[in-house]
Each structure stands twice: as structure tokens, then as C-alpha cells.
């Protein structure tokens, strides 16, 4: 069935910003539940619009569900303040707990199970529609990392760590604290409380160990 007649363009003011919103959170709860597989008039009844007002707003399925990603993850990383920590970390006077800090609020911002679970259907739709991941890429790695690496910068100008690559420095540390989030969370075995704070504070300290001055 082809999609309804859509605007040119996407509605404008607050009140459609209110709208879209309404919508964006709907869509979100419907693909967490649903999957990619379910149909505009259902996110539709969920937001309590008509299906044109969704087209209108969000012209396929792909450019919703690319709106919902980019909402979860700026959502997830605001309200664990990942980007203020990491910005921060540039002046510490306590490397390794301010370190340990920042740590934290990644993982609470992008090891959410709700973020996770959203993050598993980007990765089982990447190669149909690749802007997902590019999105989820966007929104939510590729912010922090940049807050991360300016830090570092910092503490590699104030002599605290050795650092030739940063950039590289920066996926390393990721990868100690957060990929086994990312990968047991797809078989639903997501690492619990008390090893995930093994997960920050032993990755940390083979960060120092391998960077520290």
C-alpha cells in the first residue's frame, strides 16, 4: 500500500515541535516493542495522531526511526552527564577518580538497557538502512568521544599521561569499559552491577598503566 500524501514540507512552530516530540517518543516504544517491522498506523494510534500528521512530520519509516535514535541517545548521554564529566576531566586534580567518574557516566548513558535494546534493532537493520548506524554513530560515540579527546588533550598538555594518538586512546578506553556491554546485551546477558564497576575501575587502571606518567 503506498505511503499518504505528505507535505512538502515538515510542519513548523511549537506546536508541531510539541507534535513531533510526541511523536518521535511514541515510535520510540513502538520499535522497542514491536521492532523496525512495525507500521506507521500503529506508531500513529500510539501517539494518538492520524498517519498523514506522522508522514508529515517524518516522510519514510527510516527518517522516524533515525529521529528516534538520535533522541535516545542525546537523552541518555544528558541525562547521565557524560559530556560535563568528560569535559572536566581536563582539569583534574585527581586523574584516576575523575577518570573513573567519566567511566561511570558513559555507561550509564549508553549501557541504559533501554538504549541497548535500541541499539540492538539499529544493528539488526544497519544494512538495509545504513544512516541508522550512522546516526546511532553520530549522536551518541562520536559526541563523547570528542569531549573525551579534547580532555586527554589537556592532560597530555599538563604532562598527567603520554599519549601519542589520542584518538586512538580514546576507542581503547572505550573498549575496555563498554564494548562487553555492547556485545553480551545482543544474547541478553548484559554484564550486572558489581562487574560492571569491575568493567570502569579495572579498565581505568590499565589505561593509567599503559598511558600514566
Known sequence: MPAPPVATRSPSGERADRKRREIV???????????????MDLIAREAGVSKVTVYNHFHC????????????????????????????????????????ATCRALVAGLANPRVLALRNLVAGEVRRFPQLGKAWQEHGPDRFHATLSAALSRLVERGLLDIPDVDLAVLQLSGLILSPHLVYSSYDNAPDAALTDRLITGGVDVFLSHYGR
Open 25 to 39: 517518543a511514541a515510535a520510540r516504544e513502538v520499535f522497542l516493542r514491536e521492532g523496525f517491522g512495525a507500521g
Open 61 to 100: 519509516k527510516d527518517t522516524l526511526f533515525t529521529a528516534v535514535v538520535g533522541h535516545a541517545l542525546e537523552e541518555a548521554l544528558d541525562a547521565a552527564s557524560c559530556l560535563a564529566v568528560a569535559d572536566r576531566l581536563g582539569a583534574s586534580d585527581d586523574l584516576r577518580a575523575d577518570l573513573v
